[in-house]
């Protein structure tokens, strides 16, 4: 999915509850490099990006990546509610889960 897709308010908000799920009973990190790395090492179940990360540069490669590594890969609207979401105090450009826990379904289910 290509970051500027407008993601509709349903999938939105499943996307959030797999991620509160996800940091409760399994394990998420925070932060483009965090999430690129996972990927690559193909330990990453999901992934959520800001769109209004600046420069675009930062987080460009993610969706081509989620793309060949075939993981799900959510816009998301901004920065400061995706840090809220991770559970920080400052924003973040992007949130991947590498343990499900009891989220495991609700990724499945998102990615048919």
Do not use: Y
């Not at 769109?51 to 060949?68: G, Q, S, T, Y």
Request: glycine share 6%; with cysteine; charged share 30%.
């Amino acid at each position: 999915m290509d970051i500027d897709t407008e993601v509709p308010k349903e999938k939105l908000n499943r996307a959030m509850e797999i991620v509160e799920i996800a940091r409760r009973t399994g394990k998420i990190k925070k932060g483009t490099n965090e999430v690129t790395k996972a990927v690559e090492r193909g330990i990453a179940k999901f992934v959520l990006v800001a769109k209004d990360v600046n420069p675009r540069e930062i987080i460009m490669h993610l969706p081509a990546l989620c793309k060949e590594k075939q993981v799900p890969l959510v816009p998301f609207p901004t920065k400061v509610e995706l840090g809220a979401l991770a559970g920080l105090s400052v924003p973040t450009s992007a949130i991947v889960v590498i343990k499900e826990g009891d989220s495991k379904d609700h990724i499945k289910e998102f990615s048919e």
